[in-house]
Every structure is written in C-alpha cells, then in structure tokens.
C-alpha cells in the first residue's frame, strides 16, 4: 500500500437519463498566498543542512514563521527590520510571531543545523507520517512536515505556498524537490539544480541519492513538452525504460478522463528505505517497492493519478477525504476492470467483507475518514467511499459522470474542495439531486444491511420483498431475475425499511438473486459472507474434530492449541456436525472420506491433493462455518504449524514444504429466493 506525504496524504425499473450541462468556466489560476525563494544545500555525508529563503506573504492577517527547533538561523528579519520578537521554542519546533500587515511584505532568514542519520531498519509503518529529516549518502529524505525550511502558519495549518528553489549537493548527489526543473548542472564540483513550483503547494519534501536519471518527453494533450523522469539508485537502471513508458501511458489515460496533466513533469524516485509516498510532479518509492513486478501497473499508476485528485484538487480534510476514494476508484478499481468483469466484482466484494468485518458499532461514516495517510485502519474508509463513486457513476450514467468529473477539475484545480463541491459537479453534469444519495452515504453512520426476503408470482407479475434496518437507505437495488430461458438484471430503487415491489411481465421467474455482483455498498448478512479460517478461530463454542492415528492426533491436537482461541469441545467423527462451528485435522484420505460419509461439499479444486497440506472452509446448513486442515502425513502438518496461524483471513490455502504457496478468499454468496406462486 501506498502512502501519502502528505495532500492526500472510495420497485421501478430505472430509466438511465442523461442531462446535458454547460461546461464550468475555467478559472484562473489562483495565488498562493506565499511565494519563496529558497537556496538549499546539504551535504548527505556530514548531514549539514544550510539554507536561506525569502518569503513574500500575499496574506494579511497575523500568522507564525515556523522552523524546526534543531536548526540555527541568522537575520530573520521582515521588509529589511528584524523580526521584533525572539522564537519561542516548544517541542521540535521554534516560532516567531508575524504580525498582520499589508500583502506583499517579505520575511527573510538563514538557518543551519545536522540532520537526523537515516534509519536503515525502519519499516513501511514507521515511514507513514514519519516527521523527520535525515540524511546519508545512499539516500536522504526531508519531508515537509519536518520543518527544515520555514513555513507559514495561521491557525494551525500551513499557508500554501509556491517557490522556487535551488538546490546544492556534493558531487556524485542528485536530488529533487516537486516542481519543474529549470536548470540542472551536474560536474565534479557537484550538483546544483533549480526547480519551480509556482502553484499553491502544501509543502516541500526533498530528496537525495547517488541517483541516476533516465530522462523521456510526452506531449501532453495541450500541446505541452513533458519531462518524464526515473531517479533511479544505480542498481535499478534496467528498470527505467518501462517505469517511464509506463507513468507516459497513465498521463496520457488521466489526460483524456480529466484534463491536460497540471505540471510540467513527473519522476519516479526510489528510497533506500521501504517508503511509499506520493507528491506532486513526483513518487518517492522503495527500492525494494520498485523491484516488484506488479507495482508499474497497480500503485504507480495511483500516484500519477494524484497529480489530479490530491495534488491538483486539494482535498478539504475538515470535510472528509474525498482524494483516496477518488483515486482509488479511477485507478486499483479502473485495472481491475480492465483485466476484466470478474476481477472488478472480485474487488468489490473485497471492500463489502472488509465493511461487514467491522463491527456495527464501531463504523464511522465516511466525511469521518479525513486522515490524509493511507494505513489499515483507513483501508475500509477508502473502499467505501471508492463504492461510493462505483454507485454514483451507475446512478447518473457514464457520460453524466465523466462530465461531472472533468467540471469538477476545471472549477477547482489547485483549490481546496469538499465532498459537497464534488456533488454539485455530478448534480450539474446530471441535473439530478443527489442530496439524498450523498447526505447517506457520507453521514450515516453504518451501511445498509439488505435482505432479500421473499419473491412470488402473480399473475404475469413478480413481486420481490425487500428488507432492511432502520434509518432506511435509498437503495437502487441490483436483482438478477432467473428464468427458464435465462437470466436477467434489473435495478429496483428501495427507500423503507421493508417495501413490496412488483416487477410487470417478470412472472415466469424462478429465482430471484440479490446484487449478485456487489455492486451495494452493504453489510453481507450471515451466510453471505465467505467463511474465512479466522471465523472457526474466534468462534468460542467451535468444536474440534481429530481423525488419523495417535501420533497424527497428538500432533493435530498441538495445532490446535496454537490456532484456537480457546478449549474446544472435541467432536466424535460418527457425529454429523450441525449447529456449531468445526475446525476439522486429519490426514487426507480420511478427511475425504468424513466428508462422504456425512454427505458434506467434498475437497474444492483449489485445495486438491498433492499438496502437504490443505485448508479450506465452507458452510453447514446452520451457517455455521467449518475449517477443515487435511495433511499428507504427521511431519508435513508439523511443519504447517509455523505458517497457518497468520493466514486467518484466508478462506482456503495449501501448503508446500512449510511455506503457503496458493491462497484465496470465496467469493461472496448472494442472497437467493425461489419464486412461490401468490395466493389470489
Ligand atoms: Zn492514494
């Protein structure tokens, strides 16, 4: 997963009508209210840090001057007259109070100072949000967050700000801050290089190495010379060519869905440190990120998307982070439909298991997720709110939705805008109201949990009941008619907690299936949801079944131990199983025959022989799940014990000389109904 520095740092017949809305107006592009001009130099080996910066403040009101505690400055002074009052120092940082004044009064300061060692073991999660500047000659990073230049403050939030910036390094260093490259000279005097951003930026993180760049140009759809760049450690020079044709097809996919990339290029960076993080006109990635196969066609296109949604468009964190969602839907979902139907169903159904997960109680509703990181506690937050866009774009159409989007790029490039800007775009481009539709989708505190409770046939008609919980959703409700001749889908709107609806010329169904390919966002009911190995584990009444010899059982019994949560009931093997889940050991040939003998699903393909050992779940009639571990012999489910512990989430896998090889989670089982004929 990828992190953000910072910027972003998811019963009628519905007839589909199209709107068509003038285009929003263009406007100009605003001013940052601080412009700075900074000269930067470090030295990755003694970690000096040294710098100057002139800040020219468009802004009236009072702010503060912030810097990071640990640096020593010289001359800050305003218009030429030292700053009146000395820093007050607290914490990391120390501050000078700038009191109100007219636009375009200019601060002026020097600082210096060492810089933190790199930490070479820090992991992902210690870089998510990670404050800190540090230097070594194999790579320095200094985010903007660290404060290791000045930044202006009012009322907590740095003010943004555009600049221009030149950088110097010793010789055998490259680096780069976001922004067009204006002059670049390398030599055996050293590095020196100048980049400018004159947007409203959020901030400046600065990157060193002993790079080497591979440098391409693209055209950008209005008419622009792009300057695609990899800023490579050496050992991934072979990887440059396909990084830069690969970030060359994402602007050009971006540019035709939104408009024309807003800068003047973009580079792909790595780190020595297992970082991910996104950045305008750049990606800051791993080395060891970069290395893998899957990462030019999943996270990097997703960080060139946020060159538009994040970067472009700021979101307004106070009022929820609509960024990730966005990006999330136009990027991991978009290649997941582009590898095909199934794959995009697969994902949805991945983002409903994560919401049901949850308990109900501890949901949060989505304009609450205005983290600006990704992480595993926003992971649900961004899945819904990707949802969220999947069931806007089928409600108001495809045309309506691309051309609320590209409205919605034009109003508010290099802006900050909220969920409710986002809505009066689609509302535009639609001419719905979508009120409704977003009030309970960013409010509410939960998801809908939707029941299919019973269809009947009635005359040429078939009526369909629905059912849901208290406050009711407004729901346009995917059904998949069966018939004798075949199947078909409709979409149904539902809007009370338990409605009748009666689809005309539909009687010769014989079953109904609810949203079969996840296309609502909602809590799965029992059954719904795939069994997965954790749901035995946790289940404190789940019984335990051992088959095979003493020394196979003494051995089941261990791996027991270590996988349950608590004492099992044992479970005799002539016993039918029923209302309570099971965790099944044995060796597979009897495994195979329990499963005969009590007539239950046998071994899937996906867990077939051959293998040390398998796991794999399904249900009992009751709902109940079942775990069932089927092992070669004793020493291959000796060696599993290691592994399997960590694979909860897996609803089946096989095991290889002591290593899981295949894994995989079911797909969710829709809500189905036979259609009973109605009493007249
Ligand atoms: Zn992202």
Redesign the pocket.
């Known amino acids: 997963m990828?992190a953000?520095s910072r910027g972003?740092l998811s019963g009628l017949l519905l007839l589909a009508w199209l709107a068509i809305a003038p285009p929003a107006q263009a406007r100009e592009q605003p001013e940052a209210p601080v412009a700075m001009a900074l000269a930067i130099s470090l030295d990755p080996q003694s970690r000096q840090l040294a710098g100057t910066a002139r800040l020219t403040i468009q802004e009236s009101g009072e702010t503060e001057l912030v810097l990071a505690a640990g640096l020593a400055t010289t001359g800050v002074s305003i218009d030429g007259r030292p700053l009146a009052r000395a820093a007050q120092r607290g914490g990391t940082l120390q501050r000078w109070r700038v009191p109100a004044g007219p636009p375009g009064r200019a601060l002026s300061l020097a600082w210096r100072g060492t810089v933190a060692p790199v930490d070479r073991e820090q992991q992902h999660r210690d870089t998510l949000g990670a404050a800190i500047a540090a230097a070594s000659p194999e790579g320095s990073f200094l985010p903007a967050a660290a404060f290791w230049y000045p930044r202006l403050v009012q009322n907590g939030h740095p003010l943004l700000h555009s600049w221009t910036l030149t950088l110097t390094l010793p010789a055998g260093q490259k680096g780069l801050v976001p922004g067009t490259l204006a002059d670049e000279q390398d030599s055996r005097d050293g590095y020196r290089a100048r980049f400018d951003f004159p947007w409203p930026g959020e901030g400046i993180d600065l990157m060193a190495g002993p790079y080497r760049i591979d440098e391409r140009s693209l055209r950008s759809s209005d008419g622009r010379m792009l300057r695609l760049r990899t800023v490579f450690a050496p050992a991934l020079g072979p990887l440059a060519k396909d990084y830069l044709d690969s970030v060359a097809g994402y602007i050009a996919r971006y540019e035709a869905a939104i408009g024309p990339y807003p800068f003047e290029g973009f580079s792909v960076v790595s780190s020595p440190t297992p970082t991910g993080f996104?950045m305008p006109t750049l990606t800051y990635l791993g080395e060891s990120v970069l290395r893998l196969p899957f990462i030019r066609h999943s996270s990097l296109g997703?960080e060139v998307l946020?060159n538009w949604w994040?970067n472009g468009v700021y979101p307004d964190y106070a009022s929820g982070n609509w960024s990730?969602g966005l990006?999330?839907f136009m990027a991991d979902y978009a290649y997941a439909q582009d590898s095909g139907a199934d794959k995009a169903a697969e994902m949805r159904s991945g983002w409903l298991r994560d919401l049901s997960a949850i308990p109900p109680g501890s949901a949060m509703p989505l304009r609450e997720f205005t983290s600006r990181h990704?992480g595993a506690s926003q992971a649900v937050g961004y899945g819904n709110a990707a949802m969220l866009f999947v069931m806007l774009r089928e409600r108001i159409g495809r045309q309506s939705f691309e051309q609320g989007l590209r409205d919605f790029w034009q109003q508010w490039r290099f802006r900050s805008a909220g969920w409710k800007d986002l809505q009066h775009a689609f509302e535009q481009a639609s001419g719905e109201d979508l009120g409704v539709f977003f009030e309970q989708w960013l409010r509410w505190p939960s998801a809908p949990q939707l029941r299919l409770e019973s269809a009947g046939k009635q005359g040429s008609d078939l009526q369909v009941r629905l059912g849901q919980d208290r406050p009711a959703y407004q729901l346009d409700v995917p059904l998949r008619i069966i018939t004798a001749q075949g199947a078909k889908d409709v979409t149904v709107r539902v809007d009370q907690p338990t409605q009748t609806l009666t689809l005309p010329g539909q009687g010769d169904a014989t079953r109904v299936v609810l949203d079969p390919d996840a296309r609502l966002l909602r809590r799965l009911v029992r059954g719904e949801a795939p069994p997965i190995l954790r749901e035995v584990l946790f289940d404190p009444r789940a019984e335990l079944l051992v088959l095979g010899d003493q020394r196979f059982g003494t051995q089941a019994r261990q791996l027991a131990d270590r996988l349950l949560d608590h004492r099992p009931s044992p479970r005799l093997a002539q016993r039918p199983p029923g209302g309570a889940a099971v965790l099944v050991i044995g060796p597979d040939t009897e495994i195979d025959q329990w499963l005969i003998r009590h007539a239950l699903p046998v071994r899937p393909p996906e867990a077939s022989t051959g293998a040390d050992v398998a796991m794999w779940t399904f249900r009992l009639a009751s709902g109940k799940p079942v775990a069932v571990i089927a092992a070669r012999d004793k020493a291959a489910l000796e060696a599993a014990a290691r592994p399997l512990p960590h694979y909860g989430k897996q609803s089946w896998l096989v095991i290889e000389r002591g290593t899981v090889s295949r894994k995989g989670i079911w797909p969710v089982r829709a809500q189905a109904v036979d259609v009973e004929p109605l009493d007249r």
Request: proline residues 9%; hydrophobic residues 10%.
């Open positions: 990828i953000r972003p996104g997703h946020h994040g990730e990006t999330t990704h």
